[in-house]
């Protein structure tokens, strides 16, 4: 967990087909991350190999200000995804390209990629024995070119230990906020999604996006349901009362639950009770123990157990950081 109140420097390295969206996202992302009094907290600046132009896979050139020396000075570095190219082609990288970002990485500079930027990571040798993820649809190429990577083409995004990935297109503005959200707690990461007009956590991963040869249902759903647990986290919220609500059996409404969220509806309810319980950590003074039963966790054991779990603290140690006494 880090929380540096001074100014972040992210470098964003572009390479030729590099992709358009990804390429703008962390500029628009961790640009609308600011401090109360408006102080920006991130600044972004694009490199390239040479500091020369590159294509995009959007009809323009990238004209960057900054080299590969960029990477020697930033806090991060982040990697867009590529349409095309040696790291998606043959799962090889340019030798310059792979040893500033190894370099970038052993001096302690956080690492991401967005989409099928995780196949230069690969190709550098960054993801050697960790997991990641990449868009669903290069899954099969990734494996094939990086066996040796543990892939989880399921998730939105991976944090790994200093080294992120994300899933494709959208899940790298995923990514960002999660990011803002590790630095500078929800409150400045909620901030940053209302100015992108986003919304601050997605439920459950890219599995629900990947395409299947499942005819289309007309059943309506379960968002109304999710939206009625959201309002009674503070209560035990059995599966049979969700599938009551929801008027389905318990074995359609799991299938269902799982196939809108990626998520069973046990897996959602933690996650969900875990963001509420940081809210609340960072929002008002009631104490762990209210907060636990406040969260739905019931005991304060329960709350340290499944938030250090997911946050990767306890809650009294995130409290510190992110509400400090006055």
């Known amino acids: 967990m880090r929380n540096n109140r001074a100014m972040h420097r992210i470098a964003v390295l572009a390479l030729d087909d590099v992709v ?8 628009q992302v961790f640009g609308t991350a600011r401090t109360g009094d408006l102080t920006p907290l991130y600044r972004v600046e694009v490199c390239t190999p040479g500091g020369r132009p590159v294509r995009s896979t959007a009809g323009f050139q990238v004209l960057p200000d900054h080299g ?4 020697d000075s930033a806090d991060t570095v ?3 995804g590529l349409h095309d190219g040696p ?7 340019d030798a310059a390209v792979a040893a500033a970002l190894r370099a970038a990485h052993d001096r302690g500079a956080r690492i991401m990629s967005i989409c099928t930027g995780a196949f230069v ?6 993801l050697d024995g960790r997991r990641a993820t990449t868009h669903w649809a290069y899954a099969d190429r990734f494996r094939r070119f990086h066996p040796q990577v543990d892939l989880d083409p399921d998730v939105l995004f991976i944090d790994d230990d200093g080294v992120l990935t994300s899933a494709g297109v959208a899940a790298g503005i995923d990514l960002c ?3 803002i959200r590790t630095d500078h707690g929800s409150a400045v990461a909620n901030r940053s999604a209302r100015r992108c007009v986003v919304p601050p956590w997605r439920d459950g991963g890219q599995a629900q996006y990947i395409e299947r040869p499942v005819p289309r249902t007309t059943d309506t759903g379960t968002a109304a349901t999710r939206e009625w647990a959201r309002q ?5 919220v059995a599966l049979r009362e969700l599938a009551a609500h929801a008027r389905m059996s318990v074995r359609t409404f799991t299938r269902h639950f799982r196939s809108e969220t990626g998520l069973s509806p046990a897996q959602w309810l933690l996650q969900q009770r875990t963001e509420h319980a940081r809210v609340l950590l960072e929002t008002t003074d009631l104490t762990v123990d209210q907060i636990a039963r ?11 157990q499944h938030f250090h779990s997911r946050v990767g603290v306890a809650p009294s140690a995130y409290r510190r950081t992110f509400r400090p006494v006055p």
């Open 68 to 71: 590969l020396e960029l990477l």
């Open 294 to 304: 406040h969260a739905g966790f019931g005991t304060t054991a329960a709350l340290r």
């Open 121 to 126: 990571l690969a190709a550098a040798g960054l």
């Open 78 to 80: 982040i990697v867009p």
């Open 20 to 27: 358009g969206l990804d390429l703008g996202t962390p500029s």
């Open 87 to 93: 790291p998606l082609t043959d799962g090889t990288l």
């Open 232 to 236: 009674r986290l503070h209560e035990p």
């Open 177 to 179: 906020l999660h990011v």
